[in-house]
């Protein structure tokens, strides 16, 4: 019985300190300057990806003319 007990209560604790941790990082913290940031984070993303597509193709193109001595399909 006493086993139960603990282990409701170390769990009780856990939620409560988990509770305060969210909490204190909140505190503080201006909601839009988050927004603005996440929007930033997306952006510079969205930038690498854009980039790793173009110089994936260039690569690409340039592997298919060495491998097969043919130019590359053309594009659609």
């Not at 019985?1 to 009780?12: D, H, L, P, Y």
């Not at 997306?42 to 491998?67: E, M």
């Amino acid at each position: 019985m006493t086993v139960k007990t603990q282990e409701k209560v170390r769990s009780a604790v856990a939620r409560v300190g988990e509770e305060l941790s969210e909490k204190a990082w909140t505190v503080g913290r201006d909601p839009k300057a988050v927004r603005k940031k996440r929007i930033y984070w997306g952006l510079l993303q969205a930038g690498f990806g854009a980039l790793a597509t173009l110089g994936a193709r260039r690569i690409g193109v340039k592997l298919w003319g060495i491998l097969t001595g043919e130019g590359a399909p053309p594009r659609r």
